[in-house]
């Protein structure tokens, strides 16, 4: 259960008046639905950016700064996080980083 109660419940809105009903609405569905979206994005773009360009090592170090993902414009979505390859020394950014 989750602060804005259950979803199938019928006092969904017990504690909120008419008023914050839409509020309420879209605070659930940010939580829920968009935040699906955005774990599903992320699994996508780690599983397609972990191995190094230059020997294929996933053994590597990041720095760990978090970016802003546009939900509306995904495809420009880049991780400009340092990485370095722990088995050839090679330096880059995460984005640069392959999945073969």
Known sequence: M?????IDDLNFFEDSNKDNEMDNIKDYI???IMGRDRETFFKRYNAAHRRCPECGSTHNTQTLVAKVLDL???DSYRDTNNAICVDCGWNGIVHDL???
């Open 30 to 32: 940010e939580e829920h």
């Open 2 to 6: 989750t602060r804005y109660g259950k």
């Open 72 to 74: 509306e414009n995904k």
């Open 98 to 100: 392959t999945n073969e």
